[in-house]
């Protein structure tokens, strides 16, 4: 029979009681991964669409050009002043919908 007071088992407890936490920060972390690539890509999709209006093509076409699939489906281009345009970009969710 084991002593109740035995330490035997208890890392083990430990680690499956802080997998969930650790896979959550995993998460947290791929997400930022996920948003900092949407926000580079939205200033490459940028200066695509400000060259493509400045020699009178479509911004929004040329905007998706440079875009992955996943974000090209929530690009927004609108026209600025001095010849300028903004982008809008939706950041994907890594988990769920978005």
Request: no cysteine.
């Amino acid at each position: 029979m084991r002593d109740p007071r035995s330490q035997a088992g208890q890392a083990s407890v430990e680690l499956v009681a802080l997998l969930p936490v650790l896979a959550l920060v995993a998460m947290l972390l791929w997400q930022a991964a996920v948003a900092g690539q949407a926000v580079w890509m939205a200033g490459s999709a940028a200066r695509a669409a400000a060259r493509a209006r400045a020699v009178g093509a479509d911004p929004l076409r040329a905007a998706r050009g440079v875009l992955t699939p996943r974000l090209r489906a929530d690009v927004r281009v609108r026209p600025a002043g001095d010849g300028a345009v903004a982008v809008r970009v939706g950041i994907p969710a890594v988990l769920g919908r978005g």
